[in-house]
């Protein structure tokens, strides 16, 4: 038996499904929250404007992970998105230190 054969008749249980569900649905209405509370009072927009992009990481996670339990077939596809999503936190992240901090980038770079 391929794996291939194996991954396109699987399916999961329906309670692990309805469990992921619900935690996507908690992970998402929290992340938006924290989003939404972050915007709200943007006073330093240099710094939360990376933070937001550290946060959505939280809800992509998750939506990543219930598509690949329901539907393992396109779960590649979707692994390719978080991947490329989670270089561009970590450059957030990096950001919001370097913003934090407050340093330049000139000065950051000559640390490496």
């Not at 959505?56 to 978080?82: C, G, N, Q």
Request: charged residues 15%; glycine residues 4%; proline residues 4%.
């Amino acid at each position: 038996m391929k794996i291939t054969d194996y991954l396109l008749g699987y399916s999961p249980p329906i309670w692990a499904t309805l469990i992921a569900g619900v935690f996507v649905v908690v992970t998402l209405s929290l992340s938006m929250y924290l989003v939404l509370e972050h915007l709200y009072s943007y006073k330093n927009p240099e710094e939360q404007k990376f933070l937001i992009g550290v946060i959505l990481m939280v809800p992509l996670y998750a939506v990543e992970s219930f598509v690949s339990l329901v539907d393992p077939s396109i779960s590649v596809d979707f692994s390719i998105l978080r991947d490329c999503y989670e270089s561009f936190a970590m450059y957030c992240f990096e950001r919001y230190l370097v913003a934090c901090l407050g340093m330049s980038i000139s000065r950051a770079l000559k640390f490496n």
